[in-house]
C-alpha cells in the first residue's frame, strides 16, 4: 500500500490568507473600530503562530482544480443546513479524491421531492433504506484519499510582530468608514499524503467511511465496464484514468492559488519549496525535513532528509523530488543538491512545477507499483 508523501513552504511577505473574525485583543485595543478583522492564529509560550486551516487550503485546491485541463469537479446541492456534492467518485475526479459524506435528511413522501430538486440540479439520485414513512436515504461515505495538514508559521512570531493595517472608506460625503485587520510576514509549511491504493478504488462495504458506492453508482460503474476487485466488495477504474487524476492532483498543487485578503495583500501561494517521495505504508516521511533558525527563516535539515533514505530505504519506491525555486533559498541549493545526489536514489533540484512534470514522468512506468 503506497502514499505519496509531501511537504509545502509557501512565502508570505505580508499576508492574510485565512481570517477569524474579531478578536478580543483587539477589541481591547481599538474599541472605537467595529469593522476590523483577526487573522487565524495560535497562542502558545513561544509565541504566536499565524495558520491557514487545513479546510481553506482543501477550498484554494479545489477550485485550482478547476482550472486543470480533464478535472472533474462534483455539482453540489445545499439542503436548509446541510450541504454535499454528487458523492459519485465513478464519473467525478473530486468525490474519488476529497472524499465526500451524503446524508440528505426527508424520510417518506418527502424523497420523491428530494429526487426530483437533484434532477434539475443534475445530482445523481440515492438508495433508500427501510418502508413506509419510515423509508430514508442511505449514507454514502468516503474519506479521502488526499489528507492535508494545517499550515502554520515555520516559527512564532511575537504578538507585537502581527501587524494592523488601518483603512478606510471615504469615496463619499461625510466621515470615512473606519475598518482595520492583522496581516503577518512568515512562511507557512503544510504536509500532505495521499493514499494511493484507495485511488480509483470504490467500495460498497456498509461501513462508515466505505460505502463509498449504492445500487444507483454501481450500475454506473458497471455500465462503465470497471472492473471488480477484492473479492467484488470493489470496483476499480482502468490504470490509465487513475494516472491521470493523480497528475492532475499534482498540478494543482504546483499551481495552487487562494487565499483571504489578496486584493490587498496579493500573496502567491504556490509553494516555493516543495519534496515528494512514494514509499510503502502511510507514514508520512518528511515531517522534520525542514525546520527554522533563530531568525526565524526555514532551513532544509539535511541530516533529517540523510535518515529517512537510511532507515525507509527498503521502504522507498521513489527518489526525493524536490522542488525549489531559484530566488529562495538560494544560499541552500548547492548544499541540498551535494545531499539529494549522494542519496540511495539519487535526486535533483528543480522548479516545483518542472518537478511535477518530473513526478508525473516517473508515473507512466511505476503506476503499476505505485497504484497496486
Not at 508523501?5 to 509557501?10: E, V, Y
Request: hydrophobic content about 40%; some cysteine.
Amino acid at each position: 500500500m503506497a502514499h505519496i508523501s509531501g511537504i509545502l513552504l509557501i512565502d508570505c511577505p505580508a499576508s492574510a490568507l485565512n481570517n477569524a473574525g474579531k478578536s478580543i485583543e483587539m477589541e481591547r485595543n481599538d474599541p472605537g473600530n467595529e469593522n476590523w478583522t483577526a487573522i487565524k492564529k495560535v497562542r502558545t509560550a513561544q509565541g504566536v503562530f499565524p495558520y491557514v486551516s487545513a479546510q481553506a487550503l482543501r477550498y484554494w485546491l479545489r477550485e485550482t482544480l478547476r482550472t486543470v485541463p480533464g478535472w472533474t469537479s462534483s455539482p453540489v446541492f445545499r439542503e436548509d443546513k446541510v450541504a454535499y456534492t454528487d458523492a459519485d467518485p465513478v464519473q467525478y475526479a473530486e468525490d474519488d479524491i476529497f472524499g465526500y459524506m451524503r446524508a440528505p435528511s426527508g424520510k417518506g413522501k418527502e424523497l420523491n421531492e428530494k429526487r426530483a430538486k437533484w434532477k434539475n440540479e443534475g445530482l445523481s439520485d440515492q438508495d433508500t433504506q427501510g418502508s413506509g414513512d419510515k423509508e430514508k436515504f442511505a449514507a454514502l461515505t468516503r474519506n479521502s484519499p488526499l489528507k492535508v495538514s494545517t499550515l502554520i508559521s515555520i516559527a512564532p512570531l511575537r504578538s507585537r510582530d502581527v501587524g494592523s493595517d488601518f483603512g478606510s472608506m471615504s469615496r463619499f460625503e461625510g466621515d470615512p468608514v473606519l475598518f482595520t485587520h492583522e496581516f503577518y510576514r512568515t512562511t507557512l509549511i503544510g504536509m500532505f499524503s495521499i493514499d494511493l491504493r484507495q485511488l480509483g478504488r470504490f467500495y460498497w462495504v456498509d461501513r462508515t467511511g466505505y460505502r463509498h458506492l449504492d445500487d444507483v453508482r454501481k450500475r454506473v460503474a458497471e455500465e462503465k465496464g470497471l472492473r471488480a476487485i477484492d473479492g467484488e466488495k470493489a470496483f476499480e477504474l482502468p490504470l490509465g484514468e487513475r494516472k491521470a487524476r493523480l497528475a492532475q492532483v499534482l498540478q494543482g498543487l504546483g499551481a495552487l492559488a487562494g487565499g483571504a485578503k489578496q486584493a490587498l495583500h496579493y500573496t502567491d501561494v504556490s509553494p516555493r519549496l516543495l519534496v515528494m517521495g512514494v514509499a510503502k505504508g502511510g507514514n508520512h516521511l518528511f515531517p522534520t525535513a525542514v525546520s527554522a533558525n533563530d531568525k526565524g527563516q526555514p532551513v532544509i535539515n539535511l541530516p533529517a532528509l540523510q535518515e529517512i533514505d537510511s532507515v525507509f530505504r527498503d521502504n522507498l519506491l521513489s527518489e526525493f523530488f524536490v522542488g525549489l525555486a531559484k530566488g529562495y533559498l538560494d544560499d541552500q541549493r548547492d548544499g541540498l543538491s551535494s545531499c539529494l545526489s549522494a542519496l540511495s536514489r539519487p535526486g535533483k533540484i528543480e522548479h516545483p512545477v518542472a518537478m511535477i512534470r518530473s513526478f508525473s514522468k516517473e508515473l507512466e512506468s511505476a503506476a503499476e507499483t505505485w497504484l497496486a
